[in-house]
């Protein structure tokens, strides 16, 4: 039954996905030994979800808290899977990133980033679980990272702004949040710079619709919110929700 699902699916990406999380499934029916995925991006997350309810498969998620963006699905009991620190520093999103790549990680080893007002956050897997012996420095400045059992962060997940734009088409809201002419939206769209739902889009004439995460490399993160109203001149007034 499984791999007649699995042949149905023509996404790639989407069926190694899925096929190795039911090997993740058969061996915890096997061993009975607790087990989980790695982080899963909100895209990932809403797939797999979907696709073990349909396959009747039982699981479990989590995620931290409701500021995460990345959740695990595991079979069995919780196990600590994910572990929480705490910089008490200031980086970016890029200088933490380009450090843990340097030692080995890669985009699904790696739990969501938290810039709070004086100090980071990060999740990661019990599995990989060296940071506090390999971290020493980052971008040239000491770190430690300290290990908690939850956190709260002290400032909005996101920032509300409403634009009118004529449609939704991928070009002319990435002109409209870029501040960019339709013909520079178009070239980054071409570039392979945007992402939607956390996979490359290269259609400018793409429809973006209510809860797409829209990812604009060297702009930023934004979720696609709700179509609030139609102006006289048939413009659409739109929420969206850019990540702080």
Known sequence: MYQEYLNKIKDKPDRLLLSATLDKYRQFCKNNKSISTNFLNEYEYKFLSNSLLYL?????????????????????????????????????????????????????????????????????????????????????????????????????????KNIIIPSLRLDVIVSKLCNLSRGKASELINSKKILVNYKEINNVSYMLKFDDILSIRGYGKYKIGNEQIKTKKDNILLTIYQYN
């Open 56 to 160: 009747k498969i039982p699981y479990n998620s989590y995620k931290p808290n409701d500021y995460c963006d990345k959740h695990i699905i595991y079979f069995g009991e919780y196990l600590d899977f994910v572990h929480v620190y705490r910089i008490n520093d200031i980086f970016t999103h890029s200088e933490i990133l380009g450090t843990l790549f340097s030692i080995g990680y890669t985009y699904d080893k790696i739990g969501d980033i938290i810039i709070d007002n004086s100090c980071c956050y990060l999740t990661n897997l019990t599995k990989y679980d060296h940071l506090i012996d390999e971290v020493k420095m980052i971008s040239n400045k000491p770190v430690k990272f300290i290990r908690i059992d939850n956190f709260i962060v002290n400032r909005d997940k996101y920032i509300i």
